[in-house]
């Protein structure tokens, strides 16, 4: 989209410059990398069956449900794309790589020096880890670890004390609330990662983010109306 501007710098208008289908249905999450030169995006349910990954069973996944009762699905996938590209041509060639990534991927939270992505797989009740570098060089290859995340449908994920903890709002979206909570995952080594805490949260939290504190957690309780505030120090 390009952006028109009033004298007073507010915008006033736009113009569609393309669209990018990312080849999957239910986009749910899009993160810009820090350095700005990568758009990372989530879909939940893939209908790009050249995806890497599909030798891996933590990624390519069959059986996928939105809660009791659904349809199965399959899993469903990650795309990056090359943010220069995209604004130049805003077409499929803008696309470095399309990875599947369990079921039903989400929010993603990135490392600031561009070198991890987590996601959160709500279907899997996990967080994976992936490596952005090899994303670009070989994505089949590049997930480094996962953790289950001793909660039902994890949606928002945020790192804070520097990129060493991730916090997880696990939203418990189609239960009753009683895996609702936020996890605290080690997110040092992602091969090893694993829930350290979790603290008690109320119903479908959904959001975190961090103050300037890099220790001050921010949650909100979608469906309590409420907002947590959580100090980790």
């Known amino acids: 989209m390009s952006l028109t501007y009033d004298v007073n710098g507010n915008i006033n208008g736009g113009t569609l410059l393309g669209q990018i289908s990312t080849g999957g249905n239910a986009i749910a999450g899009m993160l810009l990398s820090p350095d700005v030169t990568r758009l990372y995006v989530t879909s939940e349910v893939s209908k790009n069956s050249s995806a890497a990954g599909g030798g891996n069973p933590v990624l390519a996944r069959t059986g996928c449900l939105q809660g009791a009762g659904s349809t199965p699905q399959v899993n469903g996938i990650l795309t990056v794309i090359d943010?220069?590209?995209?604004?130049?041509?805003?077409?499929?060639?803008?696309?470095?790589?399309?990875?599947?990534?369990?079921?039903?991927?989400?929010?993603?939270?990135?490392?600031?020096?561009?070198?991890?992505?987590?996601?959160?797989?709500?279907?899997?009740?996990?967080?994976?880890?992936?490596?952005?570098?090899?994303?670009?060089?070989?994505?089949?290859?590049?997930?480094?670890?996962?953790?289950?995340?001793?909660?039902?449908?994890?949606?928002?994920?945020?790192?804070?004390?520097?990129?060493?903890?991730?916090?997880?709002?696990?939203?418990?979206?189609?239960?009753?609330?009683?895996?609702?909570?936020?996890?605290?995952?080690?997110?040092?080594?992602?091969?090893?990662?694993?829930?350290?805490?979790?603290?008690?949260?109320?119903?479908?939290?959904?959001?975190?983010?961090?103050?300037?504190?890099?220790?001050?957690l921010y949650l909100t309780n979608y469906s309590s109306g409420s907002l947590q505030v959580i100090p980790t120090k």
């Open 83 to 216: 943010v220069a590209e995209a604004e130049s041509s805003a077409t499929t060639s803008a696309i470095i790589a399309t990875v599947d990534a369990g079921c039903s991927p989400v929010r993603m939270a990135e490392t600031a020096d561009n070198s991890t992505l987590w996601v959160a797989a709500r279907g899997d009740n996990r967080v994976l880890a992936f490596s952005t570098g090899m994303l670009e060089v070989n994505a089949a290859n590049a997930l480094l670890g996962y953790a289950d995340t001793q909660g039902a449908a994890p949606v928002g994920v945020m790192l804070f004390h520097g990129g060493q903890l991730l916090a997880v709002a696990n939203s418990d979206r189609f239960g009753t609330g009683s895996n609702a909570n936020l996890a605290i995952v080690s997110a040092v080594y992602p091969a090893g990662a694993a829930v350290l805490t979790t603290v008690a949260a109320g119903l479908f939290p959904r959001e975190v983010n961090v103050g300037s504190d890099d220790a001050t």
